[in-house]
């Protein structure tokens, strides 16, 4: 089992920027990784992935040119760079690996089998 925890969520005013952090307790090197957010009353969506060995670095099209996704596999670490913040962005932000090694699109939740317990995320306008 793998165990992952965010942190780096907080409060920012629009425009600005944070990083958050996914550590892992496992080797990430042979996972994919990803991003979801959630606001309120909202489906839990995709935000960016590592892609299959962590080369095919991607992120959903709202945030692109915004955000970037990126990892150190020496510290087990992913992390979600998030500059041009908008109020929309308001959410409760986590990350999630997935360890099966069957082909998917890695944009859907059910795709991911472990999840840390999220940083919220608050963008003022």
């Known amino acids: 089992q793998v165990q992952l925890v965010e942190s780096g969520g907080g409060l920012v005013q629009a425009g600005g920027s944070l990083r958050l952090s996914c550590a892992a307790s496992?080797?990430?090197?042979?996972?994919?990784m990803g991003w979801f957010r959630q606001a309120p009353g909202k489906e839990r969506e995709f935000v960016g992935t590592?892609?299959?060995?962590?080369?095919?670095?991607y992120v959903a099209d709202s945030v692109k040119g915004r955000f970037t996704v990126s990892r150190d596999n020496a510290k087990n670490t992913v992390y979600l760079q998030m500059n041009s913040l908008k109020p929309e962005d308001t959410a409760v932000y986590y990350c999630?690996?997935?360890?099966?090694?069957?082909?998917?699109?890695?944009?859907?939740?059910?795709?991911?089998?472990?999840w840390g317990q999220g940083t919220q995320v608050t963008v003022s306008s």
């Open positions: 590592t892609g299959w060995g962590g080369t095919q670095l």
């Open positions: 496992g080797t990430l090197s042979s996972y994919v």
């Open positions: 999630a690996v997935r360890v099966r090694k069957t082909i998917a699109t890695l944009s859907t939740r059910d795709e991911y089998d472990y």
